[in-house]
């Protein structure tokens, strides 16, 4: 039986593929034909069907692939959305290391949610442990934004539950070799006063370069953390808000901390960055991380990133028994779950003082 008119038709090609063509009008009124195929004609009828919803919903205006919407989506919407160059060149990085390579190709309307499986089983088969998670609320993102323009009918990354996100917990010195790590640089008043920002507050590294000194009342004992400096190629250095409205804050600075700023800032004329690099300009990351592992190296510690001396400083706290709470506002955490997952986490020595305190303390009223 044929079909009725403004259906489509079909035909056979080769013994195994048949052919649908649907007539169209674009928007100038020019008439073009839009093409299907199957293996059995019942498969490609169905198909034509479903092309004929799309062109009534708007759906297939145009067959972009999910590499093009994607790249759309980087350099348009969220430019757009006022989303920070470090953000997008992150998202950037991402998405064309693991998603474009391997379902960029696909057209957007045809992404289902079997093609991102494929990606995160990729991921996880190379060792990643939180890229996947982090890749599935990228992607949710950009097609959450293709589903409400009507490029796609629903979301495919919805549709499937997020990969596991696996707690990272960073890297943190013991107590001891924190302290080595201090005491070898008392000698240098920049360096010391630098230590004490990272391993005593906990202030992120782009926090720390773009300090001045009119964030620090040592007067009333405050250091402010309002901006953060970031590396984006193609950008150079950029100075902008914090993480986050967390980020935004006021941190009190302990006696020896205080100290051990005032000891740099008498050093200069007090004004301008706190840790400035040559001439008073910007310091560069890769510097401040080199001066961070020198400081490792003469305190005879091993090495780790400089970002761990946040969790560094958090674990020595939850140490003294500070609120998980407390650590999380000093660290500039909004939620207590952020700091628990990635900075709060014991050692063997601290549970070994946490369960000879029970003992004793069961003991004694026994």
């Not at 992404?111 to 991102?116: A, K, Q, Y």
């Not at 926090?207 to 009342?217: H, K, N, P």
């Not at 070994?352 to 029970?358: E, F, G, P, Q, S």
């Amino acid at each position: 039986m044929g079909r009725a008119k403004g259906e489509g038709t079909i035909f056979q090609k080769t013994p195994d593929k048949f052919i649908g063509r649907l007539e169209t009008t674009t928007a100038d009124g020019r008439r073009r034909w839009r093409e299907v195929s199957g293996r059995s004609r019942s498969e490609v009828a169905a198909k034509l069907d479903r092309l004929k919803l799309d062109l009534r919903d708007g759906l297939a205006a145009d067959n972009i692939t999910v590499g093009q919407w994607l790249d759309h989506w980087l350099t348009v919407i969220c430019v757009e959305r006022g989303l920070k160059p470090k953000t997008i060149y992150g998202y950037t990085r991402l998405l064309n290391r693991w998603a474009v390579p391997r379902i960029g190709g696909i057209q957007l309307r045809r992404l289902g949610p079997e093609h991102l499986r494929s990606v995160y089983k990729a991921m996880r088969a190379a060792g990643l442990g939180t890229s996947p998670h982090t890749l599935h609320v990228v992607l949710s993102r950009a097609l959450k934004v293709a589903e409400r323009e009507g490029r796609i009918r629903r979301n495919p990354a919805q549709l499937i539950d997020a990969p596991k996100l696996t707690p990272n917990p960073h890297p943190v010195l013991p107590e001891d070799q924190a302290k080595a790590v201090l005491d070898a640089a008392r000698d240098d008043p920049r360096l010391h006063a630098r230590l004490h920002v990272a391993l005593v507050l906990g202030v992120r590294q782009g926090e720390a370069l773009a300090l001045r000194w009119d964030d620090i009342d040592l007067d009333v004992q405050t250091l402010w953390v309002n901006r953060s400096l970031s590396v984006v190629p193609g950008h150079g250095h950029i100075e902008q808000a914090p993480k986050t409205a967390a980020s935004r804050r006021a941190v009190p600075l302990p006696a020896a901390s205080a100290a051990a700023l005032k000891r740099w800032r008498d050093q200069g004329d007090g004004l301008g960055l706190v840790f400035p690099g040559p001439s008073g300009k910007t310091c560069d990351p890769k510097a401040d991380w080199q001066v961070w592992t020198d400081a490792l190296d003469a305190a005879g510690a091993p090495h780790f990133t400089l970002h761990g001396a946040r969790g560094t400083a958090a674990s020595l706290m939850l140490d003294l028994g500070v609120p998980d709470r407390h650590i999380a506002d000093i660290l500039g955490h909004a939620h207590v779950a952020v700091t628990q997952d990635h900075y709060l986490h014991s050692d063997h020595d601290q549970r070994r003082r946490a369960l000879d305190k029970l003992a004793g303390r069961l003991e004694a009223e026994a």
